[in-house]
């Protein structure tokens, strides 16, 4: 079955630290993964995708299939960066149905 | 442009009373459709989607049942609820042939009493 694991329910750093938020994935094949990305009062939207390799707001994400992983970083933290983070698994072939994790809550304090 | 509708924004009701929460996308055809719940330490938890009109997959056995009457309209539904029903949903969609990426819907908050 698959699986998505967000070890960290909580995160705290300061303004300008680095932040690592952390993704372990379940799956026998190639998934696709996402993270997806919920502001105070704002609706969960998505942040990145693994297949675009892209950075969004300062924010990456490298796929690490050996270790299943998929940790989404980023060098400053900014005070905006505080929202909920979710990570997310399509199954290789697409699929009608993603996957989350169940979050975790990131606070960039000043 | 594409935007997703879900009423009522909250929702107060008592145990064993009915439920009829509803979501609608404009802007778009033969959408995918799911409902999810958000609970704090449980992340998302999906509970329904479809692929078409009148098709409903169901994730989690429950007190709840979703329908789809017409191709953009997703509704979730309850005959009697319980106290455990309370919670955040959300409702999303998704193109038929891209699922990756969801849009999602402004949630609506319930508390049973």
């Known amino acids: 079955a698959q699986r998505v694991t967000q070890p960290e329910k909580l995160l705290s750093v300061f303004k300008g630290a680095p932040v690592e938020l952390k993704c372990n994935y379940s799956y026998s094949g190639s998934p696709e993964l996402f993270w997806y990305v919920q502001y105070s009062r704002q609706r969960l939207q998505l942040l990145l995708r693994?297949?675009s390799r892209e950075s969004i707001k300062g924010f990456t994400a490298d796929l690490n299939k050996g270790e299943t992983s998929f940790h989404l970083k980023k060098p400053f933290a900014q005070e905006e960066d505080s929202a909920m983070y979710y990570c997310a698994l399509c199954p290789q072939g697409g699929s009608e149905k993603l996957v989350f994790g169940k979050g975790t809550k990131l606070t960039v304090n000043p | 442009s594409q935007t997703i509708h879900q009423w009522p924004a909250t929702l107060v009701q008592p145990v064993g009373s009915p439920l009829s929460l509803e979501c609608t996308v404009e802007?778009?055809?033969?959408?995918?459709l799911y409902w999810y719940r958000q609970a704090a330490g449980r992340g998302l938890q999906l509970l329904f989607y479809s692929v078409g009109i009148g098709q409903i997959s169901s994730e989690v056995p429950q007190n709840l049942s979703a329908s789809r009457p017409q191709d953009r309209q997703f509704i979730l539904s309850s005959k009697k609820l319980l106290l455990s029903d309370s919670g955040f949903y959300l409702c999303?969609?998704?193109?038929?042939?891209?699922?990756?990426?969801?849009?999602f819907g402004p949630g609506t908050r319930l508390t049973v009493t």
């Open positions: 693994h297949i």
């Open positions: 999303a969609w998704s193109r038929d042939s891209i699922t990756y990426e969801q849009y």
């Open positions: 802007g778009t055809s033969n959408p995918n």
